[in-house]
C-alpha cells in the first residue's frame, strides 16, 4: 500500500485560510468590523457633499469678472471636498495595516498567511473596492448636489456635457487611489502617527515647498503631485494650463499606488512583523 504525499508548494496551497480568495474574505472581516471604518466613510460623505454645496451656492455669476465667467468649471468646485476626503481615505488606508501592527494581531495573520505579500495584496483589494464603491457613489452624489446648490443664472452642467462624466468618474476613483498609496505607506513605516504624517506630507506639504522656488518649477514639477493632478487634471473639465492630461494624471496615481504597494510588500517581506 502507497501513501501519497505532498510536495511543500502543494502543502501550503492545501492549508486552510490560504488563497487569496479566503485572505480577502479575513481581511473584509477585519476592515468591516471596525468601528472607525463606518466613521471615516460617514466624515468622507460628509464633506464631499457638505463642501460641494457650500462651494456652489456662494458662486455669485452676477458679480464675477468676464475672465472668472470664461474659467468657471462648475463639477470641479464641486470636488471641493477632495480635499478632506483624500485625507480621510488616505487614513482609512493606513489603519487597514498599521494597527495590527500596534495591536500585535499582525503575528497572528502571518501565522495563517505566511505568504505576507499575498497579504498586503488582498488588503489592497478589500480598501481598493470599500474605497472606490465609496468615492463614486459621493461623487456623483456631490456633483448632483452642487448642481442643485448653484443658483441661476449660473452655467450648470450636465453628465451629458464633454468631459463631465470622466471627471466625476475620475474624481470619485481619486481618493481610492490616495487611500492605496497610503496603504502602502503604512506597510512600510507600521506606525499609525508616522504613516498618516507621511500622507499629509505627501498631500499638502509637499505643494507648498515648491510655492517659494519660483512659477516654472512648481509648473513643471506639481503638477505630478497627486492633490494638483486631482485638482487640476481629473476633475476639471475646462483645460487648466501646465497641467497633465486627465488620463495621463490618473495614470501617473496608479503608478504611485502600485509602487507603493510594491515596496510595501517588500517591506513586509524582509521585516520581521
Not at 481615505?89 to 502571518?110: D, H, K, N, Q, Y
Not at 463631465?164 to 498609496?181: E, F, H, K, S
Request: glycine fraction near 10%.
Amino acid at each position: 500500500m502507497t501513501t501519497a504525499t505532498l510536495s511543500r508548494s502543494q502543502a501550503d496551497t492545501a492549508r486552510p485560510g490560504y488563497s487569496f480568495r479566503s485572505t480577502a474574505r479575513m481581511e473584509w472581516l477585519k476592515l468591516r468590523s471596525v468601528r472607525s471604518t463606518s466613521w471615516i466613510v460617514l466624515v468622507f460623505a460628509a464633506g464631499m457633499i457638505g463642501l460641494s454645496v457650500l462651494v456652489l451656492s456662494h458662486e455669485h455669476w452676477a458679480t464675477m469678472t468676464a475672465a472668472d465667467r470664461a474659467s468657471f468649471d462648475p463639477v470641479n468646485d464641486g470636488f471641493t471636498g477632495l480635499a478632506l476626503g483624500q485625507l480621510v481615505l488616505g487614513v482609512l488606508g493606513v489603519l487597514a495595516i498599521t494597527t495590527e501592527f500596534s495591536s500585535g494581531m499582525i503575528r497572528a495573520t502571518f501565522a495563517a498567511v505566511p505568504r505576507r505579500p499575498m497579504v498586503l495584496a488582498a488588503k489592497a483589494a478589500v480598501v481598493a473596492a470599500v474605497t472606490l464603491v465609496a468615492g463614486e457613489v459621493l461623487a456623483f452624489g456631490a456633483f448632483a448636489a452642487g448642481e442643485l446648490a448653484l443658483r441661476s443664472p449660473a452655467p450648470h452642467a450636465t453628465l451629458g456635457q464633454p468631459g463631465v462624466l470622466r471627471a466625476v468618474l475620475m474624481g470619485g476613483a481619486y481618493p481610492a487611489l490616495i487611500a492605496l498609496i497610503a496603504l502602502g505607506l503604512g506597510a512600510i513605516i507600521r506606525n499609525t502617527a508616522a504613516a498618516i504624517s507621511a500622507v499629509v506630507g505627501m498631500l499638502f506639504v509637499l505643494p507648498l515647498i515648491l510655492l517659494p522656488l519660483g512659477t516654472s518649477i512648481q509648473n513643471s514639477v506639481g503638477r505630478f503631485m497627486p492633490m494638483l493632478i486631482a485638482e487640476n487634471s481629473l476633475t476639471a473639465v475646462k483645460p487648466q494650463s501646465h497641467a497633465l492630461p486627465a488620463g495621463l494624471g490618473f495614470a501617473v496615481l496608479c503608478g504611485y499606488a502600485a509602487i507603493a504597494l510594491a515596496a510595501g510588500g517588500w517591506a513586509l517581506a524582509r521585516r520581521d512583523a
